[in-house]
């Protein structure tokens, strides 16, 4: 909102003040209507797509339930809170797609802007709308191209601030997390010759070539190739399964 003039500014207030609209929405219809008013007011309600009916009032009351009392952000205490009353296991996976929906930076805290953006996103305003979406969060992991930007978000979440890499141990995690979702045969074993042969932090290059590997290589690998540009680590757990009788290539 800060980039626009006076006159631009005032507009936008009054029209998510009258319609309920984000932010996002609201510039949407006026852009759209050459700043008048009246116009974008009649675009809003002919366009169901523009309409979430988020309550930016009801949007600060749950961040505000939520907040750390001392940081302007909601912390670990904050999101348990929150999966009680949404009546989620702060384990449960749906919380990763919880997190890529608010564009989360890091795992365990929501920046006010994630949380409030990533609410009006959903369309959710009050936490009856916010548990009546767990099921279609849920059903996004079923969607590839939406499970793909999952995995590839997880990375970047579940690591320490300032680091590169993801900690051996957190990336088990989640990988375990992840591929009991799409039922990856060889996880529990990728995960063990990890532990036995690696044991040091895993790469965004391995990461994201994983889910690659995992999607076009069958359980018996027939159709792996030592040839391929696959990462090292990749090339050696295929040696590893073969020299401990797990596969035969």
Known sequence: MHKLGRSHRD??????????????????????????????????YSQPQLRTFTDSRHLEELYNRYKDPYADMIMADGITLLCNDIQVDPQDIVMLVISWHMKAGTMCEFSKKE?????????????????????????????????????????????????????????????????????????????????????????????????????TMGSNLSDYDAEGAWPYLIDEFVEYLNENGIIQN
């Open 11 to 44: 507009k936008l207030q009054q029209f998510m003040t009258i319609t309920g609209a984000g932010e996002k929405a609201a510039l949407q219809s006026l852009k759209a209507s050459d700043w008048h008013l009246e116009g974008a007011f009649d675009l809003f």
């Open 115 to 215: 949380f409030i953006d990533g609410l009006q996103s959903l369309g959710v305003d009050s936490l009856e709308k916010f548990r009546e979406k767990i099921p279609y969060m849920r059903s996004e992991l079923k969607d590839e191209q939406r499970f793909h930007e999952i995995y590839n978000f997880a990375f970047g979440w579940a690591k320490e601030k300032g680091q590169k890499s993801l900690a051996l141990d957190t990336a088990i995690g989640m990988w375990q997390l992840l591929f009991a979702e799409k039922q990856w045969p060889l996880v529990d074993h990728w995960c063990q010759f990890l532990q036995a042969r690696h044991n040091k932090a895993i790469s965004r290059d391995t990461w994201s070539q994983l889910l690659e590997f995992a999607k």
